[in-house]
């Protein structure tokens, strides 16, 4: 009860008011600090936050010793990023031949596409980026090249040549032609290389060598008996060897650019979730194809000779394209730049030569048709024209090689009414640039009937490397999914 006087005298005194402002008081301070935690873990994380500055960014691949990064496509259409069309003051004078800056500022839906852009190039002193480098790590590919080159062994699942569809299983006698002639060059070239060998023991990788595109033409198999015959063929070698057993095929690979060969696997779900696809149809919008797993292959039409060197003031037009209506991002095009004077753009037959286009416009368009793959950007390659991608989900050939953002340009198909805009933003000297590194690259995506250092099979074979580590050993056989 003494207790009672001194409770009514300390509440009714000058502690009252102290004790009011430190129960206001405790509570602001850790809302305050909530709030502050609040903000630093959402900077943090955000997409709406831009950090200016990032380390190299390299995801430690499982695949080999090297590191892959996550290609650009795969970054910028996941969730259908945009860029805007603003085009940022640049001085002439910063841009050396050794730089090139982003083409454009990106909106808030295209910070991803920032960010890793941002991530893949140095950034110097002054803030700039400093590196203009066609490949994601230069130094890292040729060291890995050269390991390729001196270890690298392939089997393959052996055929007479009395066999009946040694048509589909051996490699071509002639040279290769036409809009698919990459994967008869493949094989050919792998057949008389230094890769091969007869010792499945030794063997890095085992080759599929059936080929979707002779399949085709099959009057036998026809395009709906292609997964039967895979079918087949897979239950054959499983039974006569022990190799595709033991992994569930996962170090096993075929090579396809026909996009016949996406559905040619309906039945044997085992290759297409185990096998690396080496495939021109390199679309992961759609079930099948899984980037990192499986490689894009380059569709490229065999010429000969050495491709014409034709720099950017002997090229009048801005852009040009010529194909089908054949998909809603084709007919998107038609429609808004049919009857421009600067974007040249065809649904039906060109009344001029079609080299004669590719030689003087700027920009070669490649817009996705009924499939992701065409030879547009081979085309586009062999006469000096900077590709434009507009065609989202795609898997660029050779994207965890080289740096693509530094000789062609993307474009989200929901930005084709902005696409003039956007290629007028590209100044001269970054267009120089782009054209300096595009004359770089072209020597990847030509076939020899002789291999060349660093041409397309070396290129793809260097794919297949990177890969090769990549098995994982089902528990109980071949994973049926």
Not at 369 to 375: D, Q
Request: charged share 20%; proline share 7%; with cysteine.
């Amino acid at each position: 009860m003494a207790l009672f006087p001194f409770l009514l005298y300390y509440l009714s005194g000058p502690r009252l008011l102290d004790s009011f402002r430190s129960f206001f008081f405790i509570p602001t301070c850790l809302a305050l600090l909530t709030s502050l935690f609040i903000l630093v873990y959402v900077s943090s994380t955000s997409k709406f936050f831009i950090h200016q500055h990032h380390p190299h960014l390299m995801i430690k691949s499982p695949i080999g010793s090297s590191r892959i990064p996550p290609t650009t496509h795969q970054i910028a259409h996941d969730s259908s990023h945009s860029p805007s069309t603003s085009a940022p003051d640049v001085p002439p004078e910063s841009l050396e031949a050794s730089k090139i800056l982003p083409l454009w500022n990106y909106t808030r839906e295209g910070i991803e596409n920032l960010r890793y852009m941002e991530s893949h190039q140095p950034i110097g002193s002054n803030g700039n980026p400093v590196n203009n480098e066609v490949f994601h790590d230069k130094d890292i590919f040729l060291e890995d090249y050269e390991e390729m080159n001196r270890s690298f062994k392939i089997y393959v699942y052996p055929h007479r040549e009395d066999d009946p569809f040694a048509n589909a299983l051996l490699p071509v006698d002639f040279e290769p032609g036409g809009n698919y002639a990459s994967e008869s060059y493949f094989k050919r070239v792998l057949m008389k290389s230094h890769f091969i060998t007869k010792d499945p023991s030794e063997a890095d990788l085992f080759f599929l060598p059936f080929s979707i595109a002779r399949l085709r033409h099959d009057p036998r198999v026809d395009v709906g008996g292609i997964p039967d015959f895979i079918k087949a063929y897979i239950s054959n070698i499983s039974h006569t060897y022990p190799y595709w057993n033991r992994t569930g095929g996962a170090d096993h690979f075929y090579v396809a650019c026909h996009s016949i060969g996406r559905s040619a696997m309906e039945k044997t779900n085992e290759v297409k979730f185990n096998a690396i696809q080496v495939v021109c149809s390199s679309s992961y919008f759609l079930s099948g194809y899984v980037a990192h797993k499986d490689a894009s292959l380059p569709q490229i039409w065999p010429r000969q000779g050495d491709p014409p060197n034709l720099f950017s003031s002997k090229r009048k037009k801005l852009a040009f394209f010529a194909g089908s209506v054949n998909s809603p991002v084709r007919q998107r095009l038609i429609e808004s730049w049919e009857n421009d004077t600067d974007i040249s753009v065809h649904s039906g037959r060109l009344k001029t030569p079609y080299t004669d286009e590719l030689l003087e416009s700027k920009f070669c368009l490649h817009v996705k048709g009924f499939e992701v793959n065409t030879a547009r950007i081979g085309d586009a390659m062999y006469f000096g024209c900077i590709p434009v991608i507009i065609a989202n989900y795609y898997d660029l050939p050779f994207a965890d090689i080289l740096n693509w953002k530094h000789f062609s340009l993307t474009v989200a198909t929901l930005d084709i009414p902005l696409l003039k805009k956007i290629l007028q933003s590209v100044s001269y000297d970054q267009y120089s640039t782009l054209q300096r590194n595009l004359l770089k690259v072209r020597k990847h995506f030509k076939w020899h009937p002789f291999p060349v250092d660093y041409d397309a099979f070396y290129m793809v074979m260097y794919e297949l490397w990177l890969r090769r580590s990549s098995v994982v050993v089902p528990l109980n056989g071949w994973v049926e999914l």
